[in-house]
């Protein structure tokens, strides 16, 4: 029996987005499985300096519960490729508003372990209003301070 072929897509998630359903049903369109590897609260932190507004057991079970994602794990706290490692997917895919990875370094990182996934980049980026978890908060922000919303 042949292997599934396995994709894998990383991010925050937090503040879900027409961005983020882009992302991952470009990842399912090249696999049979999607598995969704939830940045962890410190991580987030490090890299944007900011926690996420939703914790990340809460945004693994919302990216669990959505229709293109088989599974989802939250990332390690020590090493980013580590749960990549593990996994060892097929294919690896980039979203496009993503900095943390760079295709050729990461290439070289997974080969060191033996590992050699392709990787794609998403390349077609949503142009909405609200393409960023950040500018959600920004206008729930605005709105709070104008009064325009009410508890």
């Known amino acids: 029996m042949d292997r599934k072929k396995i994709a894998v897509t990383a991010g925050t998630f937090d503040l879900l987005h027409p961005g983020h359903f882009n992302t991952l049903n470009f990842a399912k369109k090249h696999a049979d499985e999607l598995i969704v590897i939830i940045a962890r ?3 987030v932190k490090k890299i944007k ?3 996420p507004v939703i914790p990340e057991e809460q945004r693994k079970i ?3 519960a959505l229709k293109p994602v088989d599974r989802a794990v939250l990332g390690s706290l020590n090493d980013k490729l580590e749960p990549i490692i593990n996994i ?3 294919i690896i895919i980039i979203g496009p508003d993503q900095t943390t990875y760079q295709i050729n370094e990461l290439k070289r ?3 060191n372990h033996g590992l050699k996934p392709e990787i794609i980049k998403v390349e077609e980026y949503v142009n909405c209003q609200f393409h960023s978890s950040y500018d959600i908060l920004k206008e729930i922000v605005r709105r709070w301070c104008n009064k325009e ?3």
Do not use: F
Request: hydrophobic fraction near 35%; proline fraction near 6%.
């Open 41 to 43: 609260d410190e991580t």
């Open 109 to 111: 990182q997974l080969l």
């Open 62 to 64: 919302m990216i669990e």
């Open 49 to 51: 300096g900011r926690r």
């Open 149 to 151: 919303l009410k508890v």
């Open 88 to 90: 060892n997917p097929d």
